[in-house]
Structures are given as structure tokens and as C-alpha cells.
């Protein structure tokens, strides 16, 4: 069973940029699929991109269309790191949220949070002027 902690979490102004990371302990995250999802206040959580296990599949999932272009998942699968990451540039107020991550083991990125085994706490990102 893999333990996942999220960090990097801050207020930063629009038009900024922070880096996220989904830590592991327990398991090595390479042979786990990540997905990251967004909680925006009064909202549901909705995901936001994925990487897929590097055991059996390659390359992360598309993004959903909103952080297209401005958010990058990528691993380092170096065992005394065992992080997955999320860079955030271009922060919209929209942005603003509860950051989570969560983990699959071996399979390509799942559509939906069901399907997810494995979940952090969060992180906060508040985008504001």
C-alpha cells in the first residue's frame, strides 16, 4: 500500500507559477498511474491530468482543457525521491484550490476518481492579487 503526501502548496499573484509534488513511501510510484485532480471552493473535484505507470505504459494523459498548455505532470522515479510533480505556470484566480493526487497501481491514467486507490491530503494553492 503506497502513502501519498502532497506539498507545494502557497498563495502566489496571477500569472505566477508554483511546482507541486506528490511524495511516495511504500511503493515505488513508477508502477503506479497519478492523477492529479483540482477541488475549487464550492466545487466538486475534478481531474486534471495523469501519468501513467512507467512499468507498462508511457507518456502522461492528456490534460484537461482548462490547464492545457500551462500545467506539466513529470516523475522522478529516482528511489530516494519517488515524487511525482505538477508545475503550475500561468495561475489563473480559477486555479484556486485544494491540489491532490492519487495513485493506481499499473494501469494507464483513469478517467475517474473511483478508480483511484490511493489518495493525499491535499495542498492548497490560493491565486490571488
Known amino acids: 500500500q503506497v502513502k501519498l503526501v502532497e506539498s507545494g502548496g502557497d498563495l502566489v499573484q496571477p500569472g505566477g507559477s508554483l511546482r507541486l509534488s506528490c511524495a511516495g513511501a511504500g511503493g515505488s510510484l513508477g508502477n503506479y498511474a497519478i492523477g492529479w485532480f483540482h477541488q475549487a471552493p464550492g466545487k466538486e473535484r475534478e481531474q486534471i491530468g495523469g501519468i501513467s505507470a512507467v512499468s507498462r505504459y508511457n507518456g502522461p494523459t492528456d490534460y484537461k482543457d482548462s490547464v492545457k498548455g500551462r500545467f506539466t505532470i513529470s516523475r522522478d522515479n529516482d528511489k530516494n525521491k519517488n515524487t511525482v510533480y505538477l508545475q503550475m505556470t500561468n495561475l489563473k484566480l480559477e486555479d484556486t484550490g485544494v491540489y491532490y493526487c492519487?495513485?493506481?497501481?499499473?494501469?494507464?491514467?483513469?478517467?475517474?476518481?473511483?478508480?483511484?486507490?490511493?489518495w493525499g491530503q491535499g495542498t492548497q494553492v490560493t491565486v490571488s492579487s
Open positions: 492519487a495513485a493506481v497501481f499499473a494501469v494507464p491514467v483513469p478517467q475517474t476518481e473511483e478508480r483511484y486507490d490511493f
